[in-house]
Structure formats: structure tokens, C-alpha cells
């Protein structure tokens, strides 16, 4: 379902409108230049595993809920699963995919990390059944070239909005999970996508009718952010 891309000067365009890296603004991962942002938090997870949000964390924790708030201080003590860092899990995943299809025709854009470990398979993940895990692509797209941008590569594959929730790998034992593509972009350029992956939320950027539409999303805890924010220092605010 996905076409791995070799001709990059499809991604000239991102380079020239990402903020300096280690800025640790927003626009150091999304292209500046769109009308609006929004940031989706990560879920975290009660200790039985039910999808909760940061707000009734930060209640927990006596913090108000703001745009740039990070887990280490909303999530003090939490007794659940913290937000998974560098992929937007299936469920959300799902329902940014349905507020984006209304402004997306035609092809769309997915790059993934050239480092994780799940690509390249055995040796470069752990494995505990004795089983070799083979890298996830075939080897003319392993050798193939390269999306450079400054401090990440990746490689870039190509396929319609619905593809992203195909996105991942199988272990030995045939148990599968998703990977959210690190970058996405339609082929208009209309809205962009970035999850870094060092980060537990993830960053639109589009229209404001399209951010709109995100915040709005049922099942998405999203906040509408500027592309220079930084979220190495946010301030911290007692409920």
C-alpha cells in the first residue's frame, strides 16, 4: 500500500521553514508558515490500562491544564502508564486521520526515523523467543536513500491518509504495533504533521479550520499552540 519515495525534492519545501534545531520551538519539527497549530498530548493510562487525560492528571497533581504543560510536572506521581513517547497511539491516531480526510485529497506523504530499532530487525531489537525479526522493509528501501533533516533522517514512503494506521512492524511471536509516521504532509502541502521522537504529543499545523476541527475532535485532548513555543521551558501554573 506504501511507495517508498527516492525522488526527496517532494520534502525541498520543509527544510527552509523548520526553526533552528535545538531551538526546542515548535517550529524546530512542523514548517512554520501555517495559519494555526494545535498539540495532541499523548493518552496516558489509568493503572488498568483505560486511556485517561492529562487535565484529570493534572488535577491529581494540584496543576492547571495549559498548552504547554509537561508530563514530568502534570504527571508527578501518577500511578498509570505515562504518555508513549514518539507515536500517537492507534485510537487517537484514528481520529486525527478522520478530522484530517476533509482537507486532504489525493496522495499523502509518511516519514518514519531511520533509527528505530524495529526497521532494521535482529540484531537491533531484543527478541526472547529465538526467533529472528528480518527488518521491516526490503533491502533496496534499508539501502535507499534518505529524507536529511537537521538532527533527524528518516525515510519517506508515500500512499493515501488511511495508510498511516498500517505503519509498524511484527515481532518474533507475530504480535504487531503501530508507529505514527514522525512527519506527514499531503501532496498540496495543505497541513503537516510532526511527531518527534523524543516527544509525548504531537504537532498539526494547517488552517485554522482544520485546527479547529482538531480541537474539537472527540478523543483527541489537543491545545491550540504558536509555532514558537517551546516546550524544553513552559511555565508552570498551580491550579
Given amino acids: 500500500m506504501l511507495e517508498f519515495v527516492r525522488d526527496l525534492s517532494v520534502a525541498d519545501w520543509i527544510g527552509g521553514r523548520l526553526a533552528p534545531w535545538k531551538e526546542w520551538s515548535l517550529g524546530m519539527i512542523v514548517p512554520r508558515g501555517y495559519e494555526a497549530y494545535a498539540r495532541i498530548l499523548h493518552p496516558p493510562a489509568l493503572s488498568d490500562g483505560t486511556p485517561t487525560t492529562w487535565a484529570r492528571v493534572s488535577a491529581m497533581s494540584g496543576y492547571e491544564p495549559h498548552p504547554l504543560m509537561q508530563w514530568e510536572m502534570a504527571g508527578a506521581d501518577w500511578p498509570g502508564t505515562e504518555p508513549y513517547v514518539g507515536s500517537l497511539e492507534s485510537e487517537p491516531l484514528t481520529v486525527l486521520a478522520d478530522a484530517l480526510s476533509a482537507y486532504t485529497r489525493g496522495w499523502c506523504f509518511f516519514a518514519l526515523w531511520e533509527g528505530f530499532g524495529w526497521m532494521h530487525g535482529s540484531p537491533s531489537i531484543g527478541f526472547t523467543d529465538g526467533r529472528r525479526v528480518p527488518p521491516a522493509f526490503a533491502p533496496d528501501v534499508m539501502s535507499g536513500p534518505r529524507l536529511r533533516l537537521p538532527g533527524r533522517d528518516y525515510l519517506l514512503f508515500r500512499g493515501q491518509l488511511p495508510d498511516l494506521l498500517h505503519l509498524g512492524w511484527t515481532y518474533a511471536g ?66
Avoid at 203 to 230: H, K, N, P, T, Y
Fill in 174 to 239: 507475530g504480535t504487531e504495533d503501530l508507529q505514527s509516521p514522525n512527519l506527514m504532509w499531503p501532496a498540496d502541502k495543505s497541513w503537516f504533521v510532526a511527531t518527534e521522537i523524543d516527544f509525548d504529543s504531537t504537532i498539526v499545523g494547517g488552517s485554522e479550520e482544520l485546527v479547529d476541527s482538531v480541537l474539537a475532535a472527540d478523543g483527541l485532548e489537543a491545545f491550540q499552540v504558536d509555532v514558537s513555543d517551546r516546550l524544553d521551558r513552559p511555565p508552570l501554573r498551580k491550579a
